[in-house]
C-alpha cells in the first residue's frame, strides 16, 4: 500500500485531517496501525496531538497553571492529580487490560509493552522481579511510558519522567570524576 493511500485511509477511518494522519504515519515509521494507535492515544488525552513519548514540558503544558493566592489551592491541585492518577491506573487494569500497557524504551527504541493485564499478574506473583526490573531499567536508561486509552495522558507519564530524571541526575553523577561525598 503506497504512503498517500495509507494517509487516506487513516485520515478517513481516524475522522482526522489528512495532515494529522501524514503525521501520525510519519510517526509510526510507516505502520498503519501504529499510526491509528498514536491518534487514538492522542484523542484519549483530549486532544487530536500525536504523542509518541510524553516529556515532562508536554506534562507541564497539559496541566493547569498556578493560580496565586495560597497553598490550599495548591493542595487541592495536588490531591486532584493524585486522584486522577489513581482513577486512570484502576479504571485501566480493568477495563481495557490489554490496550493499556507500559512501553520501555532505549534510546529511542521500543523494546517491549507490558499489556495492563500481564503487568497486575507479574505484580501479584512476583513483584520483586517487577521492582528489580524497573530499577536496573532506570539505571541503565531505559524509558518508561505509560500507553493505552487510560494510561496514556499526561499525568501519568509525569510521573514517570520526574522519576527517570532524578535516576539520570545520579547516573550523571556517578559518571563524574569528582569524589563523592
Do not use: C
Request: hydrophobic share 50%; net charge negative; charged share 25%.
Amino acid at each position: 500500500m503506497e504512503r498517500q493511500e495509507k494517509i487516506e485511509r487513516l485520515a478517513e477511518r481516524m475522522k482526522v485531517s489528512a495532515e494529522e494522519a501524514a503525521k501520525a504515519l510519519d510517526e509510526a515509521g510507516g505502520d498503519l496501525l501504529d499510526a491509528a494507535l498514536l491518534l487514538e492515544r492522542g484523542r484519549a488525552a483530549g486532544e487530536r496531538v500525536v504523542h509518541t513519548h510524553s516529556t515532562a514540558a508536554a506534562a507541564a503544558a497539559q496541566m493547569p497553571a498556578a493560580v496565586p493566592g495560597g497553598a490550599a489551592k495548591e493542595e487541592v491541585s495536588a490531591e486532584a492529580k493524585v486522584k486522577e492518577i489513581l482513577t486512570a491506573v484502576l479504571t485501566g487494569l480493568f477495563t481495557h487490560p490489554i490496550l493499556n500497557g507500559v512501553e520501555l524504551e532505549y534510546h529511542g527504541k521500543r523494546l517491549a509493552v507490558i499489556p495492563a493485564g500481564v503487568l497486575l499478574a507479574l505484580l501479584l506473583v512476583r513483584y520483586w522481579i517487577v521492582l528489580g526490573l524497573v530499577a536496573v531499567g532506570l539505571l541503565v536508561g531505559w524509558r518508561f511510558t505509560w500507553s493505552g486509552p487510560q494510561w496514556g495522558n499526561a499525568a501519568l507519564n509525569a510521573v514517570w519522567d520526574t522519576l527517570e530524571d532524578t535516576v539520570s541526575g545520579w547516573r550523571e553523577k556517578m559518571k563524574s570524576n569528582k569524589p563523592h561525598g
